[in-house]
């Protein structure tokens, strides 16, 4: 079984970056895809960014060419680099694997996770 431990939120101004880190317990290949969720108070739990099975990485398009998904498989973590955040990432960001179809980020729905991390704050100020 995978247990996921996010790590790396914090606050940050308008243009800076954060990196946030998914550490896996178990292995990450027992799951089909892991991804990155996110969800600001009143809105609800979206796909940020998503890892298939084949490694192919896939973003939302609030985020393309800002947010960088890697991997370390010796390490066993998945790392989102965000970089020139805007006040509308504040959110609460949660590490998942799941079975979302195609591992892309467009089918990320929460019904479709197996495992959730508990969570990791980021803040943005303008």
């Known amino acids: 079984q995978v247990r996921l431990v996010e790590s790396g939120g914090g606050s940050v101004q308008a243009g800076g970056s954060l990196t946030l880190s998914c550490g896996a317990s178990g292995f990450l290949s027992s799951v089909y895809c892991v991804g990155w969720f996110r969800q600001a108070p009143g809105n609800e739990r979206g796909g940020v960014a998503s890892?298939?099975?084949?490694?192919?990485?896939t973003y939302a398009d609030s985020v393309k060419g800002r947010f960088t998904l890697s991997r370390d498989t010796a390490k066993n973590t998945v790392t989102l680099q965000m970089n020139k955040l805007k006040p509308e990432a504040t959110a609460m960001y949660y590490c998942?694997?799941?079975?979302?179809?195609?591992?892309?980020?467009?089918?990320?729905?929460?019904?479709?996770?197996?495992?959730w991390g508990q969570g990791t704050q980021v803040a943005v100020s303008s």
């Open positions: 998942a694997g799941g079975r979302w179809p195609y591992g892309h980020v467009r089918k990320m729905v929460g019904m479709d996770v197996d495992v």
């Open positions: 890892f298939s099975y084949d490694g192919t990485a």
